[in-house]
């Protein structure tokens, strides 16, 4: 029962804006004032307050009945480029729909659009443009209908759609396939590579010594030399089958970025990685700082690129992180910046097994891109985006 009351209460006092507020405190001053001092001014004030906010309590009487259809296209963009929204308001009361204020947020601006009396059954549309700049999410909602006075005193706010999310992916270059770090899986990918023992039937070849006789089609066989008069042995043929799982991690401490810019920089590099290894058909995982996926293909990893922050983590602990999430890693990408040491990488590095493939991307935009090694790991230092495809031909060649 209290907790009903408490709620209620609440409420109740949600309706009241600022300036409500304020007219009710000064009403409650002036009438103080006025007792204590006989001002009779101060009564006619503290009166006209009153008035007021006597009238304009019952615009906050009714409901409002109505259906908000809230449409984003698309929903997953590039920064830089523009999402297009719709609003449709029904009215689904039996009675007329009186006008109205609706407000959509926008990230941290507010879209309002008034909306006009509406016949039962009737609808209006209103329609958008949200232009993304930067990486990162833009919450868009819930849609709001607002019922109150016109001065703004009080106000009675109702949703009507959930919390939507526009994901900004950071700009990205295109790069050539991964070829390193595959590794043979029961469900792994189908491969163009013919081998003498895996997954995958493609064909039967004439025996050659050395051949495995396990391999061989004894049936297939037996028919071969009953039709020909031959003793040649069929060898069964196989495509090699083989899984890739690639991994990113990317420094998040702010003390080892010069400025945002080099931080964007290192998530279009992981998000340039993330869509070409989506395009392998490889899995991927990506760690930065809170911010982890792992299992999935690229889309999922491209979601956390764009929900990424800097924090307090690390490159060591993102690739602590990692190593437990994604076992089965064939090919990591360590990704840092100028404050990152050489010891980090080889500390984060050494949280995977070895015959894992790995790469340190030391992001310096003032020096130039070129790749060194360190301990056997290639480190490519990076100074611009659409130098990260070559780097990385040279590297995985």
Not at 29 to 37: D, N, P
Request: charged content about 20%.
């Amino acid at each position: 029962m209290l907790s009903r009351l408490r709620r209620a209460a609440v409420a109740v006092l949600a309706v009241v804006n600022p300036l409500g507020w304020m007219l009710l405190g000064l009403a409650v001053l002036l009438l103080l004032a006025a007792r204590s001092t006989g001002w009779l001014e101060a009564s006619v004030v503290a009166a006209a307050c009153l008035i007021v906010i006597a009238l304009a309590l019952p615009f906050l009487l009714g409901r409002t009945s109505v259906r908000v259809d809230l449409r984003l296209e698309p929903q997953r963009v590039t920064a830089g480029d523009s999402v297009v929204g719709s609003l449709r308001v029904t009215n689904i009361a039996d009675r007329r729909l009186l006008p109205t204020l609706l407000e959509v947020p926008v990230g941290s601006a507010v879209h309002r659009y008034p909306l006009p009396s509406l016949a039962a059954g009737g609808s209006h549309e209103e329609s958008f443009t949200i232009r993304t700049r930067r990486r990162g999410v833009i919450a868009v909602g819930p849609a709001l209908t607002r019922r109150g006075d016109p001065l703004g005193a009080f106000s009675r706010d109702v949703g009507w759609t959930p919390l939507t999310e526009i994901l900004v992916r950071p700009p990205m270059t295109p790069l050539e396939s991964l070829a390193g770090g595959l590794l043979r899986d029961l469900e792994g990918v189908t491969t163009d590579a013919v081998t003498a023992s895996d997954l995958a039937f493609h064909a039967l070849r004439e025996y050659v010594p050395g051949d495995d006789l396990r391999h061989v089609h004894w049936r297939s066989s037996a028919k071969a030399m009953a039709s020909a008069s031959d003793s040649q042995l069929l060898v069964r043929q196989y495509l090699d089958t083989r899984r890739s799982h690639a991994t990113i991690v990317v420094d998040d401490r702010p003390e080892v970025w010069r400025d945002e810019d080099e931080f964007e920089l290192a998530m279009s590099v992981a998000a340039s990685i993330s869509i070409r290894a989506l395009v392998d058909e490889f899995e991927v995982s990506f760690v930065c700082g809170e911010h982890a996926v792992s299992g999935g293909t690229g889309p999922f990893a491209l979601d956390a690129v764009c929900r990424a922050e800097q924090g307090r983590r690390g490159v060591v602990s993102g690739g602590h992180d990692a190593a437990r999430m994604a076992p089965d890693t064939s090919l990591l990408f360590l990704v840092g910046g100028r404050g990152t040491t050489l010891e980090e990488y080889l500390r984060a590095a050494s949280s995977f097994a070895p015959e894992v493939r790995r790469y340190a991307l030391a992001i310096d935009p003032t020096g130039r891109s070129r790749v060194t090694d360190a301990g056997g790991m290639p480190v490519l230092h990076l100074a611009e985006l659409s130098e990260l495809a070559a780097v990385l031909r040279w590297s995985l060649s």
